[in-house]
């Protein structure tokens, strides 16, 4: 939710296409993908893939879409997660799988009603 929030208040171009390169792999094994290594798909299609299917490659890609390096995406994460008013979320990556991704119930909320708001 927050990485697909992160991706739009970049403003990007979800009609050009990226290719699918190993970087999108999420870190942990065993995820299935729709995504597959070396074909091109656009903005939307990652982006309804991590949002909608809970994509992990989709959202992994989620970065290139947005035209930043992948640390500033994080950072943009942090900052989209402040200005809903969840200070205590930390995230290390897009795809929600590491670890080091915290956040409680009630800031997912917060995040839920922000997608659910946004008009893509």
């Known amino acids: 939710m927050v990485s697909g929030l992160a991706l739009a208040s970049t403003d990007p171009d979800l009609n050009a296409e990226w290719c699918s390169t190993p970087e999108f792999w999420p870190n ?9 290594t070396k074909r091109c798909y ?11 299917q809970s ?12 035209g930043l390096r992948y640390e500033a995406f994080i950072e943009r994460m942090h ?3 402040r200005e809903l008013g969840m200070p205590e979320a930390t995230w ?22 922000a997608v659910s708001a946004h008009p893509d």
């Open 92 to 113: 290390a990556d897009p795809s929600g799988l590491d670890d080091e991704n915290m956040a409680s119930a009630r800031d997912m909320l917060k995040a839920v009603v």
């Open 79 to 81: 900052e989209v997660s």
């Open 55 to 66: 994509d992990n490659r989709g959202a992994m890609a989620l970065p290139v879409v947005s």
């Open 42 to 52: 656009t903005g939307w299609e990652y982006l309804g893939g991590a949002m909608v």
């Open 28 to 36: 942990r094994p065993g995820g299935k993908s729709r995504f597959e």
